[in-house]
């Protein structure tokens, strides 16, 4: 897999999904950017938020500790970074990765600085971008069994119950980062996914620039579809949809997009011949592995990721 190291890929998405996309891909290349959304509102990021006027960090700090490396160094920031704080006080539920960020961004103007700082500190393989240069607010149109309804913030849409409408990001038309722009330019790969898929993955074409960016790239694009949904939060965001659903609505807000690759659970798969054929109208090929931690979790394993993606980027680089 040495072929592979300073292979350029560029990781969309969000929260434990893209944590575990970059773990896979750090094992594969040193040439990462991961394009973090930032419109957490809940636990630790959205009270620094209403405290602060910064970016949520949880998202953009699980992605730093996913890009640390396998050194003790590493392993022991990753650890740093993810440490939860207990108790009863005010700094009950806040990570030590939260307070760090919030305290370089309120001592430096320009945050993507302060992510650079952190990441030099922690020896990540890569670097870690937000996906737009303001902090955003997600909203939700669901039709429901009362009607149309609109529901506002990231926790909130992720856990509601109807069928999604319309989704949209506030500030509307946010500027992107320049330095997101640049990495997606530069980009032989570019993943998306896996993660919230109203909350972490659909956001990122909810920015023009963007999204313009990611329809000029000529990078090879690959999706990493949901493993199924948690019994115990069936009824909220898009759980019990089908694969095929999952990419109906990526085509919705990204008609003008190609992608190369989706990569399936055999788990998820019950119908292979339609899902084949979504992934061809996309211009892509199906690609159906055992990716699950373990029979029933749902999370994927990234040492499986890990394997599925060095076939398809070592096949590649042959054709």
């Given at each position: 897999?040495?072929?592979?190291?300073?292979?350029?890929?560029?990781?969309?998405?969000?929260g434990?999904?893209l944590?575990?996309?970059?773990?896979?891909?750090?094992?594969l290349?040193?040439?990462?950017?991961?394009?973090?959304?930032?419109?957490?509102n809940?636990?630790?990021?959205?009270?620094?938020?209403?405290?602060?006027?910064?970016?949520?960090p949880?998202?953009?700090?699980?992605?730093?500790?996913?890009?640390?490396?396998?050194?003790e160094w590493g392993?022991?920031?990753?650890?740093i970074?993810?440490y939860?704080?207990?108790?009863?006080?005010?700094?009950?539920g806040h990570?030590?990765?939260n307070?760090?960020?919030a305290?370089?961004?309120?001592r430096?103007?320009?945050?993507?600085?302060?992510?650079?700082?952190?990441?030099?500190?922690?020896?990540?393989?890569?670097?870690?971008?937000?996906?737009?240069?303001?902090?955003?607010?997600?909203?939700?149109?669901?039709?429901?069994?009362i009607?149309?309804?609109?529901?506002?913030?990231?926790?909130?849409?992720?856990?509601?119950?109807?069928?999604?409408?319309?989704l949209?990001?506030?500030?509307?038309?946010?500027?992107?980062?320049?330095?997101?722009?640049?990495?997606?330019?530069?980009?032989?790969?570019?993943?998306?996914?896996?993660?919230?898929?109203?909350?972490?993955?659909?956001?990122?074409?909810?920015?023009?620039?963007?999204r313009?960016?990611?329809s000029?790239?000529t990078?090879?694009?690959?999706?990493?579809l949901?493993?199924?949904?948690?019994?115990?939060?069936?009824?909220?965001?898009f759980?019990?949809?089908?694969?095929?659903?999952?990419?109906?609505?990526v085509?919705?807000?990204?008609p003008?997009?190609?992608?190369?690759?989706?990569?399936?659970?055999?788990?998820?798969?019950r119908?292979?011949?339609?899902?084949?054929?979504?992934v061809?109208?996309m211009?892509?090929?199906?690609?159906?592995?055992?990716?699950r931690?373990?029979?029933?979790?749902?999370?994927?394993d990234?040492?499986?990721?890990?394997?599925?993606?060095?076939?398809?980027?070592?096949n590649?680089?042959?054709?």
């Amino acid at each position: 897999m040495s072929e592979l190291l300073g292979t350029k890929v560029v990781s969309l998405g969000g929260g434990h999904g893209l944590a575990t996309t970059l773990k896979s891909l750090r094992q594969l290349t040193q040439n990462i950017t991961a394009i973090v959304t930032v419109a957490d509102n809940g636990g630790s990021s959205g009270r620094l938020r209403r405290e602060f006027p910064i970016f949520p960090p949880g998202d953009l700090r699980m992605a730093l500790a996913a890009l640390c490396g396998d050194d003790e160094w590493g392993r022991s920031w990753a650890e740093i970074m993810q440490y939860r704080f207990s108790g009863d006080g005010s700094m009950q539920g806040h990570t030590v990765g939260n307070i760090l960020l919030a305290a370089l961004w309120d001592r430096d103007v320009d945050p993507v600085k302060g992510l650079d700082r952190v990441a030099s500190l922690l020896k990540v393989v890569g670097r870690v971008l937000p996906m737009a240069a303001v902090p955003l607010d997600i909203e939700g149109t669901f039709l429901t069994s009362i009607g149309r309804v609109v529901i506002r913030g990231q926790e909130q849409v992720a856990s509601a119950h109807g069928t999604l409408d319309s989704l949209r990001i506030l500030p509307e038309s946010p500027p992107a980062r320049p330095e997101a722009l640049d990495a997606i330019a530069r980009a032989q790969w570019i993943t998306m996914g896996p993660g919230s898929w109203f909350t972490s993955v659909l956001p990122h074409f909810l920015v023009p620039q963007q999204r313009y960016a990611l329809s000029q790239s000529t990078a090879k694009r690959i999706i990493v579809l949901n493993l199924d949904a948690d019994p115990a939060i069936q009824g909220s965001e898009f759980a019990g949809s089908t694969p095929q659903e999952h990419l109906q609505i990526v085509g919705e807000y990204a008609p003008d997009m190609r992608w190369d690759y989706v990569i399936a659970d055999t788990s998820v798969v019950r119908d292979m011949p339609l899902l084949q054929d979504q992934v061809a109208k996309m211009g892509g090929t199906l690609v159906v592995e055992d990716v699950r931690m373990a029979p029933g979790s749902v999370h994927h394993d990234p040492r499986k990721l890990t394997s599925v993606f060095a076939h398809i980027m070592s096949n590649s680089l042959v054709g």
